[in-house]
């Protein structure tokens, strides 16, 4: 039977991985941080170890000896400079502990959730030997990703075998609080106008499989970049309308509307105390472009892309499915 350890494994990407492992007979071993909603988690044949990605010793302690693999799905995905700090503890140094105490522990294979954001932004299309401009950009996350993934460079330099995944924009089942929040808003009628931009649509099912897939048959130090439908907001807001019968909506946000109401949702944060709904980061992120091609991961990892009609069903059905689609 393989072995694998699991970071994440109580997010969203997480979720899905561990369930496509335990189906296909891994024995799967989860952290969780003490604080974690174990709810989805449970429903599967797992084991659960406590502890921090920035807690060094509470890795080595659950990080079983010469596992097979070790999927390192755990990120902080934060949009508001406020998170800055925390947010390089986690994706930066957590990452370092992670690759170091894999290294100690003998892990066979060591799998890198990174993200198209290591990359940075480009307006041509993005492979992967694209030079990555992300120290450059004004987001933390972006920068945050890929120092996290010079950490794992420096691993594999040191001995460790580590593939590096990059997916995109990720949509599926046990999702609650990423593109979900787009179906909720159109579900809820709470969608005053749409954002300019476009996004690189992915099903969680293919990431989760391009992961396995990648113990197997990725190439040490490689990156792939797991691309997806190319939309702009516009086509995903309107096929979300579409499967559940509303109007839809023609009005897309200019740049600058956009960016002026930025101050506004920044104070209302300082009054509500809680994360702005509009933030420079957000802005940034909806608002340059992003192309990639996804041959490279087709070629070597078996990887196949589901179209954007289905990920966004499948993602309403779970919602709906789990009474979250609100009034």
């Known amino acids: 039977m393989k072995t694998a350890f699991v970071t994440g494994g109580t997010g969203f990407l997480g979720v899905n991985l561990i369930r496509q492992l335990t189906e296909a007979g891994w024995d799967v071993t989860a952290l969780h941080r003490k604080s974690s909603n174990l709810t989805y988690l449970k429903q599967f044949e797992v084991t659960l170890k406590q502890g921090a990605i920035t807690d060094k010793e509470s890795l080595m302690a659950a990080i079983p000896e010469s596992v097979d693999a070790v999927f390192h799905v755990a990120a902080n995905t934060a949009m508001w400079s406020k998170l800055n700090d925390q947010q390089y503890q986690d994706n930066v140094i957590g990452t370092r502990n992670m690759v170091e105490v894999a290294l100690a522990k003998k892990v066979k294979r060591f799998i890198h959730t990174s993200s198209i954001a290591a990359y940075g932004h480009h307006e041509h299309e ?23 993934e010079l950490e794992v460079d420096k691993a594999i330099a040191n001995g460790l075998d580590a593939v590096l995944m990059n997916p995109c924009d990720i949509m ?7 593109w979900a929040q787009v179906i909720l808003a159109v579900y809820n009628d709470d969608v005053p106008g749409i954002p300019p931009g476009n996004g690189i649509f992915c099903h969680v099912s ?3 499989r391009a992961h396995i897939s990648a113990v197997e048959k990725g190439r040490t130090g490689e990156r792939y970049l797991l691309g997806g439908a190319d939309a702009t907001f516009k086509a995903v807001f309107n096929t979300i309308q579409r499967l559940i019968d509303k109007k839809e909506t023609q009005f897309v946000m200019p740049k600058w509307l956009m960016k002026a109401a930025i101050p506004f949702y920044l104070l209302q944060s300082k009054l509500n105390g809680k994360e ?32 954007l009609e289905v990920s966004i069903r499948d993602s309403y059905e779970w919602l709906k499915k789990e009474n979250l689609l609100g009034s």
Do not use: C, W
């Open 126 to 148: 993005m492979d992967e030997t694209t030079v990555s401009n992300a120290l450059e950009s004004e987001i933390n996350y972006v920068r945050t990703k890929y120092l996290a």
């Open 172 to 178: 599926g089942p046990f999702d609650s609080h990423n």
């Open 206 to 208: 293919d990431i989760a």
């Open 276 to 307: 702005p709904i509009l933030t420079r980061e957000k802005f940034l992120e909806l608002t340059l472009p992003k192309h990639v091609t996804p041959k490279k991961a087709v070629q070597e990892l078996d990887y196949a892309m589901t179209p």
